[in-house]
């Protein structure tokens, strides 16, 4: 992409800078994160024990919103299961709330049949979907362990797929195995929005018929903004988006393509990776599959609670 054009000259080239306009709000919203009443609130104690519904069998004794609550603790505050189960009891008693608290082994089998959210009910999405993908740790020795001791990796891991909007909001996750590739996962991502989008955004990996196959079924009127490959041709018609594409790259080259399409703001995806990495970190603490993406989830919806805390405004200098 245009960026490895300067690669060779990238030393003599002055790095940016930027500054925070609104500092004081991003501060305070960085502190609110920390506050437990923003994970552990009164909604969720007032429905944690689910209402009886006449039904045959034993009713569960928590209700949804306990384990997604539990769940969010264990992810925003970074503890296994043993130490959720405390801190939750602790904060239960200091609340003074009349409310029981699963137990480690409860928060972990619940996390299975866990119902999954629609994080686009929850927010209100922007127009422009950017996706993205990155591997995450199951476990295995790290590279300075491998490279110290001459051991094999024996790592597992898995591939999370991200769709973030311009307003820095996940609106889609999915976890896969590795052996997924990135546009195979797409359409399962976009049937998890359910409000209208007018751009679908990704990099070049993204690029080829089946990823426009699934946004023009989702939503036929998008605009795709997917750098073509350097070797990539007009189709026969040469009526296509893509064909639109590879034209003006060829007629005025990538950068002046980049800057028509926005193309920059593709950044977005990086950053929502690169925020649930440093924030979640980059090793899941699950080790089956399906306890693995409930993980994810929560983990995304916890993200998108801290950014509707607030964002930092920065301008360059």
Not at 40 to 45: G, K, L, N, V
Not at 128 to 138: A, M, Q, R, Y
Not at 167 to 178: D, F, N, R, S, Y
Request: aromatic letters at 6%.
């Amino acid at each position: 992409m245009p960026y490895k054009q300067n690669e060779s000259r990238r030393h003599k080239i002055t790095k940016a800078k930027y500054k925070v306009t609104n500092w004081r709000d991003y501060h305070n919203a960085l502190r609110r994160r920390g506050d437990i009443t923003i994970w552990f609130t009164e909604d969720a104690i007032a429905r944690w024990h689910p209402e009886k519904t006449g039904g045959r069998g034993r009713p569960k004794e928590y209700s949804d919103i306990a384990m997604e609550t539990a769940g969010l603790i264990r992810q925003v505050f970074d503890l296994p299961l043993r130490q959720t189960e405390g801190l939750m009891i602790s904060l239960a008693r200091v609340m003074s709330a009349a409310i029981g608290i699963p137990d480690y082994s409860t928060i972990s089998k619940r996390s299975i049949d866990s119902p999954k959210h629609v994080l686009s009910k929850a927010m209100e999405p922007g127009s422009i979907i950017i996706v993205d993908s990155t591997g995450l740790k199951v476990y295995g020795k790290d590279e300075w362990h491998q490279e110290k001791h001459d051991v094999a990796a024996r790592r597992t891991w898995r591939k999370l797929h991200l769709a973030v909007d311009e307003k820095h909001q996940v609106v889609a996750c999915e976890l896969t195995t590795p052996e997924v590739g990135d546009p195979t996962a797409v359409p399962d991502l976009l049937n998890q929005i359910e409000t209208p989008f007018e751009t679908f955004m990704a990099d070049g990996a993204y690029d080829g018929e089946p990823v426009s196959q699934a946004v023009r079924s989702k939503q036929p009127d998008a605009k795709l903004v997917v750098p073509p490959h350097k070797t990539a041709v007009v189709s026969a018609k040469g009526d296509t988006q893509r064909d639109q594409h590879i034209q003006t790259i060829t007629q005025l080259g990538r950068i002046t393509w980049q800057n028509n399409t926005d193309y920059n703001l593709r950044n977005y995806a990086e950053l929502a990776v690169q925020r649930y990495k440093r924030i979640f970190g980059n090793s899941m603490k699950a080790r089956a599959l399906p306890q693995q993406k409930a993980e994810v989830c929560i983990s995304a919806s916890a993200l998108n609670r801290m950014t509707n805390l607030g964002m930092p405004v920065s301008v360059k200098i």
